[in-house]
């Protein structure tokens, strides 16, 4: 079986300062062409698939307390307002509904688990 590794993990673990640059690099161009897809799926309108959150709004919004996380320890903006404006604004609108609030993990949560895991990880 192979072990499925996300970017924003091996960003995290990445070494040294080049390697995460050229990490950090394939990651906004990989946010890049989702600004791309979400602009051309939407329509102009607030989700991907129009006015309400769907199927690909769960699946992607599930990702974001982690993209934070990754986002402080790594000490970089990977949803850029600049480069991705409207998928950072789709980030914001999705996490204030209703019903993403009530499942989302707290950004401070996670990066507590994420240390927990780190410490336990380099005691063993």
Do not use: H
Request: proline share 2%.
């Amino acid at each position: 079986m192979i072990p499925v590794v996300s970017n924003s993990e091996v960003l995290r673990e990445a070494e040294g300062k080049e390697e995460r640059t050229q990490l950090v690099q394939k990651v906004s161009e990989g946010l890049v062409l989702l600004e791309e897809a979400f602009v051309s799926c939407s329509k102009g309108k607030d989700f991907f698939g129009g006015d309400r959150v769907g199927y690909l709004d769960i699946v992607l919004g599930s990702c974001l307390g982690w993209l934070r996380v990754t986002e402080i320890i790594v000490e970089i903006s990977l949803l850029d307002r600049t480069k991705t404006p409207r998928l950072a604004k789709w980030a914001d609108r999705f996490s204030s509904e209703d019903a993403a609030k009530d499942v989302l993990p707290e950004t401070e949560k996670l990066l507590e688990l994420y240390r927990k895991i780190q410490a336990f990880l380099k005691a063993a």
